[in-house]
């Protein structure tokens, strides 16, 4: 049976409408497979769910970002190639990111928020020629306001020829402190050119870490000396738990104090600070602060991708896939008790998904909602959709 989409055409000149036959069309169209993303929000309280944005594209980029704003009605969702702040009640969304950024953050009181922009560079030789194939990359860490989206150059580090040296720059996993001091991981590669103007790798030489920004003087100051992957502040921001190369350790904000835990990844701090909860071959655990009394919170057959702390610091919430590749979210109380599920993708029969999957998960400050993503990629020849292209 042929399948038939319409496509709405808004003009200068009236409304009209133009139909096809999907199976005319072959599947995704000449931009490939499309793919469709939804954003979920579910009361804790009444265990209701709303849909309040949809995005439909044929980029395929995993959505990382799903954060609350302080007041619980606006959130921010998005991925590298495009970010929106929600309005949660009129489900209008705007566009706050007009540029390719990879990673993002709120600050606490959600006035500003930081991302880094980075982009292609080729490398030149000193001779002023571009032989080389390889590319290099800038990357910068920009600062935004919530309220006008005005935009601050915050660090520009840019990949280039310096005396007879190739430096390239790389920052990642910006945040900002209440002090409006901004941390910052960095990647820092120093390499000397061989006489034929090619790279010599055996000479590079690297500055790795966590850096702590003071924008009003521009004084930088290394925390970490050792490659992080993540890294997480306690609530009064005077200890940040860090992972390099798969363990975890605490240090104090200046660095001066550092010490082990335990193995695992993405840690946080619980919001009195006395207790961690991180992941170990993807699963989700929970302990003292020093690593001890560990308990394991998901299932062995779980896959757990992230989790956060209810405000309260009684409970989580954790997103995972089970082994039929559904996916789900639960919260749990710290002690491992009272595991709900809250939401899954079969939660959702109406929508049209394909290989569905919870990519990213989030909850209010108020503990009383939990934002979530479900994204999946869908044959234009097996569903079908009305579209609003505007000329």
């Known amino acids: 049976m042929k399948r038939k989409f319409e496509i709405l055409i808004y003009t200068v000149f009236p409304f009209f409408w133009l139909s096809c036959n999907l199976d005319d069309l072959g599947g995704g169209g000449p931009g490939g497979p499309l793919y469709i993303v939804d954003t979920w929000i579910y009361n804790v309280n009444d265990q209701s769910r709303q849909l309040v944005f949809t995005e439909e594209t044929n980029a395929s980029n995993e959505y990382t970002v799903s954060d609350f704003f302080p007041d619980g009605i606006h959130i921010l969702v998005g991925n590298e190639l495009s970010l929106f702040r929600i309005n949660t009640t009129t489900k209008v969304a705007a566009d706050i990111s007009s540029t390719i950024a990879y990673d993002h953050s709120l600050s606490k009181d959600g006035a500003y928020l930081l991302q880094i922009e980075q982009d292609l560079v080729p490398f030149v030789n000193p001779d002023g020629s571009d032989a080389f194939e390889k590319q290099g990359m800038r990357s910068e860490i920009w600062l935004i306001k919530s309220s006008n989206l005005e935009r601050t150059l915050v ?35 120093i390499y000397e050119f061989n006489d034929d103007y090619t790279l010599d790798e055996k000479t590079v030489r690297r500055q790795v870490g966590l850096f702590l920004l003071h924008p009003d003087d521009a004084q930088i100051q290394a925390i970490i000396k050792v490659p992080v992957s993540s890294f997480a502040l306690s609530t009064d921001e005077s200890e940040i738990i860090y992972t390099s190369f798969g363990s975890i350790f605490i240090c104090n904000i200046t660095g001066d104090i550092n010490k082990y835990i335990c193995a695992g990844d993405k840690p946080q701090f619980s919001p009195a600070g006395d207790k961690i909860a991180y992941l170990r071959d993807m699963q989700l655990f929970i302990s003292n602060k020093d690593g001890t009394d560990k308990v394991r919170l998901s299932t062995e057959h779980e896959l757990v991708h992230g989790f956060y702390f209810f405000p309260d610091g009684t409970r989580l919430i954790y997103y995972s896939d089970l082994p039929n590749s559904v996916s789900t979210i639960h919260k749990i109380n710290v002690d491992g008790t009272l595991r709900q599920q809250i939401a899954s993708i079969n939660d959702h029969p109406d929508r049209p998904y394909g290989d569905p999957k919870i990519q990213t998960a ?30």
């Open 362 to 391: 989030g909850i209010s400050m108020q503990g009383d909602k939990v934002v979530y993503v479900i994204a999946a990629n869908y044959s234009i020849t097996d569903q079908v959709f009305v579209f609003l292209a505007k000329y």
């Open 155 to 189: 660090l520009h580090g840019q990949t280039g020829k310096i005396e007879n040296n190739w430096i390239a720059i790389n920052y990642s996993l910006p945040c900002m402190l209440s002090s409006q001091d901004i941390l910052y991981c960095m990647l820092k590669q």
